[in-house]
């Protein structure tokens, strides 16, 4: 065995994270959560247990933070077509196409994160977004500043319809949504409704 090894894998800081992430997310996904635990999230990144639960003290947090790392890494585009209906539709797509591949995982093989999440789907969902703005929310405020609509006017749970709409197609499909569902989404929903709230009207 070179001597040199351990030292040249040696990781740190941002590296190191993302390696144990990465672990954590492939036991979650091969064993399900009920049998993550941090022995075998160590085994597979090759390091301790200690350095995992430093950063993660209980296997919830160490499961919610590779959800969420896995999210990230599947970052949508902001969309930016001049008028928000477009915009919509890209953004719908997008999301339609990476996070459908997670839902599946998430209700399926992790679904003890879902029950060890105070508010359940909800609960987990704020866990995730942790209060930040969404693509959504720079969408809309980007329409408003059009004068397509008024966000100031807009009630949260109409601002969040499209993107409420998509995840009930997910989770009851469990498979991406049909494309002439999104643009229903987005054309013979959201848009209607909205157009109440226009600052124009």
Do not use: C, K
Not at 1 to 27: F, K, N, T, V
Not at 50 to 74: G, N, Y
Request: proline share 5%.
């Amino acid at each position: 065995m070179d001597l040199d090894e351990p030292l040249a894998r040696r990781r740190r800081g941002a590296e190191l994270e993302a390696a144990l992430l990465d672990a954590a997310w492939a036991e979650l996904d091969e064993n399900g959560y009920s049998a993550l635990t941090m022995e075998a999230v160590a085994a597979r990144a090759g390091t301790s247990r200690p350095v995992i639960a430093r950063r993660w003290p209980t296997r919830s947090e160490l499961a919610l933070a590779a959800v969420r790392h896995h999210f990230d890494a599947e970052r949508i585009e902001l969309p930016d077509h001049g008028n928000l209906r477009d915009d919509l539709i890209d953004y719908l797509r997008q999301a339609n196409a990476r996070r459908s591949q997670l839902v599946g995982p998430i209700m399926l093989r992790f679904s003890g994160i879902v029950s060890d999440s105070e508010g359940g789907i909800a609960g987990l969902r704020e866990q995730l977004i942790g209060g930040r703005p969404t693509l959504l929310d720079a969408l809309l405020e980007r329409a408003s500043a059009r004068g397509e609509l008024d966000r100031r006017a807009l009630p949260a749970i109409v601002a969040q319809l499209p993107l409420t709409l998509l995840r009930h197609e997910l989770l009851m499909r469990m498979a991406p949504a049909a494309d002439e569902t999104i643009v229903a989404i987005v054309d013979d929903v959201f848009l209607p409704l909205v157009a109440r709230y226009s600052s124009a009207g």
